[in-house]
């Protein structure tokens, strides 16, 4: 079994929610994309995004840190042999966990975390609900509209490119161009004709 097909297995059995499910889907399909971009391993990379919030449904506790998200996850995937880049990547998307963003793939984890599913928000709030129909400007007006999709955080959208060294709207169209290369995957190719 490959890599990304062990992580997304492990999402599966670990993650019962179809929303944080198709979440990790991608985050792990903008993941590989800048894989490329950044001449780094995209297996590597995808499994990151795949696990990044593995237990995030089970332990979203933020009280008690050591027995929550992302600490169990990564407890438990150095226990079955995951390799410390991937387990510090997804430390470091967490600021609470208090993990340095030093690596690319550590500050892309961050990066396209919030924006993922920002991105694939816009797509499924257009009359189409098609990733096709999705561009830079779309996504930059939505994020304006504070009462749009407000659980996710805009500063981190923006904290995140500037931590990758990249301008926003750059970013944005990489992971609408990563989004729409798995629209069909992530429930954001369009509806069926009737």
């Given at each position: 079994m490959s890599m990304v097909a062990e992580a997304r297995a492990i999402v599966t059995e670990w993650v019962s929610s179809e929303v944080l499910r198709k979440h990790c889907g991608a985050v792990a399909a903008s993941m590989a994309y800048l894989a490329a971009r950044y001449d780094g391993d995209a297996q590597v990379?995808?499994?990151?995004?795949?696990?990044?919030?593995?237990?995030?449904?089970?332990?979203?506790?933020?009280?008690?840190?050591?027995?929550?998200?992302?600490?169990?996850?990564?407890?438990?995937?150095r226990a079955?042999?995951?390799?410390?880049?991937?387990?510090?990547?997804?430390?470091?998307?967490?600021?609470?966990?208090?993990?340095?963003?030093d690596s690319t793939m550590e500050k892309a984890l961050f990066a396209v975390d919030e924006l993922s599913s920002f991105v694939v928000a816009v797509a499924?709030?257009?009359?189409?609900?098609?990733?096709?129909?999705?561009d830079v400007a779309a996504v930059k007006k939505k994020m304006k509209d504070k009462g749009f999709a407000r659980a996710v955080n805009r500063d981190?959208?923006?904290?995140?490119?500037?931590?990758?060294?990249?301008?926003?709207d750059d970013l944005i169209a990489d992971v609408i161009a990563a989004l729409q290369a798995r629209a069909g995957d992530l429930g954001i190719a369009g509806q069926p004709a009737a």
């Open positions: 990379w995808e499994a990151t995004g795949w696990l990044h919030d593995m237990d995030y449904e089970r332990h979203p506790n933020l009280e008690v840190a050591e027995n929550a998200h992302p600490f169990v996850g990564v407890r438990w995937l079955h042999g995951w390799s410390e880049e991937i387990c510090r990547a997804i430390l470091s998307h967490a600021d609470y966990a208090g993990v340095s963003r499924l709030v257009r009359p189409s609900k098609n990733i096709a129909d999705v981190d959208i923006l904290n995140g490119a500037a931590g990758l060294g990249v301008e926003v």
